[in-house]
């Protein structure tokens, strides 16, 4: 198990930006594939973006936050970011990091989470 740790949540206005950060606790952070989550209450979770563990560092978005958000990860450090531009009321939530390792299919640690409040 990975532990995983959220920071840079806050309370922005609509068109502002944030800078999410999550580190990992584990020596072999460069074979795992990082990702970006998101709940709002009521809802399900649901995919942000995620960046894999391969040399040419895939990145994957979802339709809602392409052209504003940008994922990236800094192997040296063991974390990986999520830059939000643009953000919007609908963007609110608990953003969640996760962690898989190399072929697994499933998501295998999730951190604790770091609340985006967007207001109008």
């Known amino acids: 198990q990975v532990q995983l740790v959220e920071s840079g949540g806050g309370l922005v206005q609509a068109g502002d930006s944030l800078r999410l950060s999550c580190t990992a606790s584990t020596r072999t952070f460069s074979r795992y594939t990082m990702g970006w989550f998101r709940q709002a209450p009521g809802k399900e979770r649901e995919f942000v973006a995620a960046?894999?563990?391969?040399?040419?560092?895939?990145?994957y978005y979802a339709d809602s936050v392409k052209g504003r958000f940008t994922i990236s990860r800094d192997n040296a450090k063991n974390t990986v970011y999520l830059q939000m531009n643009s953000l919007k009321p609908d963007d609110t939530g608990v953003y969640y990091c996760?962690?898989?390792?190399?072929?697994?299919?499933?998501?295998?640690?999730w951190g604790q989470g770091t609340q985006v409040t967007v207001s109008s």
């Open positions: 996760a962690s898989r390792y190399i072929d697994d299919s499933s998501w295998g640690s």
């Open positions: 960046i894999s563990w391969g040399t040419d560092s895939t990145i």
